[in-house]
């Protein structure tokens, strides 16, 4: 089976503006969560989808939100970012919700300017 | 909350030398725990996990881990390091049945010298 993928994989904005983030989970999985991963604050859940709803979040303010797809994609987005939003977004997916395994994508790199 | 502590950030080791990552966390319920390993480059890989039954569990190139219980530790061992065991290490928890996510310790930077 393929694994996780994100795309893009290299991202560089500017304050202000916004970004989407994709992800593909493995095949056959239906639970998607997102982490960013900074070198301050190591590796932080964002929050959690599964057929289609947000399961939970994580303490993060309301600029970070996302959607799944029912295909199982999800998308997070980023919105009026900021310098200290750059960081290396990781997906991850599992068959089902919080309590599974969790398997990891490669992340998209976010650059703010 | 639930927290997770790694108790060393950096290890250098020679090779062929055994190895001990420290894990403790913090929750007083059911747990389930995880070991992740991220080479250089690459995302991050599933070592082992624990999620009931027998507290030694052994995951892929030879890697163990210990759950006690009575110390909420969930120590990474292995007998024998190699130089391509050169990765950060994290120890990560979530609460069975809970609904915050992997909580993740802060990582190990393990250099193994050749």
């Known amino acids: 089976k393929a694994g996780v993928t994100q795309t893009p994989r290299y991202l560089i904005k500017t304050r202000g503006q916004q970004v989407t983030l994709s992800c593909s989970p493995i095949?056959?999985?239906?639970?998607v969560s997102w982490y960013q991963q900074t070198p301050g604050q190591g590796l932080q859940f964002l929050f959690e989808?599964?057929?289609?709803?947000?399961?939970n979040k994580g303490n993060f303010p309301g600029r970070f939100s996302g959607r799944q797809f029912s295909n199982s994609r999800s998308e997070m987005n980023v919105s009026t970012l900021e310098l200290g939003d750059s960081a290396l977004y990781l997906c991850?997916?599992?068959?089902?919700?919080?309590?599974?395994?969790?398997?990891f994508g490669p992340g998209t790199r976010l650059t703010v300017l | 909350a639930q927290s997770v502590s790694q108790h060393n950030h950096h290890v250098i080791l020679s090779e062929a030398a055994s190895l001990e990552l420290g894990c403790n966390y913090s929750?007083?319920?059911?747990?389930?725990l995880f070991w992740y390993v991220q080479y250089p480059g690459q995302h991050l890989q599933l070592l082992l996990k624990?999620?009931?039954?027998?507290?030694l569990v052994k995951g892929i190139k030879g890697f163990e881990a210990e759950f006690i219980k009575s110390k909420f530790s969930f120590n990474l061992r292995k007998p024998s390091v190699q130089w391509s065991d050169t990765a950060e290490y994290f120890c990560?928890?979530?609460?069975?049945?809970?609904?915050?996510?992997?909580?993740f310790g802060k990582g190990t930077h393990l250099i193994i010298q050749p």
């Open positions: 991850a997916s599992s068959e089902g919700p919080h309590t599974d395994t969790q398997y």
């Open positions: 095949s056959g999985h239906r639970s």
């Open positions: 989808y599964f057929s289609e709803t947000q399961r």
């Open positions: 929750y007083g319920g059911t747990v389930n």
């Open positions: 624990y999620f009931s039954g027998d507290p």
């Open positions: 990560a928890v979530n609460p069975g049945g809970g609904a915050d996510g992997l909580t």
